[in-house]
């Protein structure tokens, strides 16, 4: 199963990703795909991001700026959607969802 979780820290937020969704064969999980295209688009287009990614685990903080905010929402919201159709693949544990400075 994939765990999303992210925790505040003052104006900053860290995004954990972990896990493999074992929907499908390794190398063919089409959920583990999504998951990992949404992360990793977030990760390329958040502002001053620093990530950490190895197979089956992705940390990304980012700094609040309007632009993060509303991309974390949307990142969110993405995930949040993955979740509901997979919900035995794919499982949000705490998350920030009113990140504010």
């Known amino acids: 199963m994939i765990r999303l979780t992210s925790k505040q820290s003052g104006d900053l937020i860290q995004l954990t990703v972990s896990g493999h969704a074992g929907f499908g064969p390794y190398g063919h999980d089409l959920v583990c ?13 958040v ?6 990614a190895r197979a089956g685990l992705s940390v990304v903080l980012m700094p609040y ?3 993060n905010k509303a991309l974390y929402k949307a990142y969110l ?3 949040s959607k993955l979740a509901e159709q997979y919900p035995e693949h794919v499982k949000i544990d705490s998350v920030v969802t009113d990140w504010q400075r």
């Open 65 to 67: 700026t309007k632009t």
């Open 77 to 79: 919201n993405s995930m």
């Open 47 to 52: 502002e001053g991001a620093e990530s950490l």
């Open 33 to 45: 795909a999504a998951v990992s295209a949404l992360t990793q688009s977030l990760e390329i287009n």
